[in-house]
């Protein structure tokens, strides 16, 4: 009687299980820190759009625009390609908007820096209409 095959059979049996078990650790690992890094950007998303409401309106208080700045600066850490060059863009151009052609540039502005957020942390559905527009709005008043 051949003692061999048997062997051969466990011993591959046992490394494929090595192997898948592995791999499902490998995977489970990766969708973790995956799901995290999108925890953690969403968060850091949360903060600048928190920021950037409280400077919305007349002029902000110096520090609700230091905050503002500091959610901004942050979102270069870990932001996409997309998402960087929208927040450049936006930041360059409405630095100092007073005419209401600033006022349209911001929203369009606005508009592609949502969208490439949107994008960034894998926001489904359907796609926004041509023309669509994000908006601030400023639902309190503010205090001089």
């Known amino acids: 009687m051949n003692f061999t095959t048997p062997i051969i059979v466990a011993v591959i049996t046992a490394g494929a299980g090595l192997i898948a078990s592995a791999l ?10 995956e799901a ?3 925890t ?5 998303y949360k903060a600048f759009m928190v920021a950037l409401n ?3 309106g007349p002029p902000a208080p110096t520090e609700d625009r230091v905050r ?4 901004a600066n942050n979102l270069f850490l870990f932001g996409s ?3 960087l060059v929208a ?3 936006f930041l360059d151009v409405t630095a100092d908007s ?15 820096l949502i969208i490439a957020i949107r994008m960034d942390i894998g926001i489904k559905g359907a796609p926004l209409p041509d023309g669509f527009e994000f908006r601030l709005w400023l639902g309190r008043s503010r205090q001089p």
């Open 98 to 112: 007073r005419t209401q052609a600033d006022v349209d540039r911001h929203d369009e502005l606005l508009t592609k």
């Open 68 to 71: 503002f700045a500091d959610a």
């Open 40 to 44: 953690q950007k969403l968060n850091h």
């Open 36 to 38: 995290e890094w999108r």
């Open 24 to 33: 499902s650790f490998f995977l489970t690992k990766m969708k973790e820190r």
């Open 54 to 56: 409280a400077i919305v």
């Open 87 to 89: 927040l450049r863009d």
């Open 81 to 83: 390609k997309d998402v």
